[in-house]
């Protein structure tokens, strides 16, 4: 799964939702038919926990795009 600008989402990659108001950071990536079921959602896209929020599920097709900000250390 990629974001708009064509880079590969991974788990831990920090990024702007909202609009580029709000951090936050992808936990998981929801691309096969065995984790959307999983999270209960229905279709594929990113889960990103983002304060104030908690979990986030945002469909990589939303109107309002996901902006890859960086790679955490960890990746």
Same mark, same amino acid.
């Given at each position: 799964?990629?974001?708009?600008?064509?880079?590969?989402?991974?788990?831990?990659?920090? !990024? $702007?939702?909202?609009?580029?108001?709000?951090?936050? !950071? !992808?936990? #998981?990536?929801?691309?096969?038919?065995?984790?959307?079921?999983? @999270?209960?959602? /229905?279709?594929?896209? $990113?889960?990103?926990?983002? /304060?104030?929020?908690? $979990? !986030?599920? @945002?469909?990589? #097709?939303?109107?309002?795009?996901?902006?890859?900000?960086?790679?955490?250390?960890?990746?």
């Amino acid at each position: 799964m990629e974001y708009s600008n064509g880079i590969l989402a991974k788990i831990g990659d920090i !990024v $702007l939702i909202e609009n580029g108001k709000t951090k936050g !950071v !992808v936990e #998981d990536i929801i691309d096969t038919k065995e984790k959307i079921q999983f @999270w209960g959602v /229905k279709e594929m896209g $990113l889960m990103i926990k983002a /304060k104030p929020f908690g $979990l !986030v599920f @945002w469909a990589i #097709d939303d109107e309002d795009e996901i902006i890859f900000l960086k790679r955490s250390n960890n990746n």
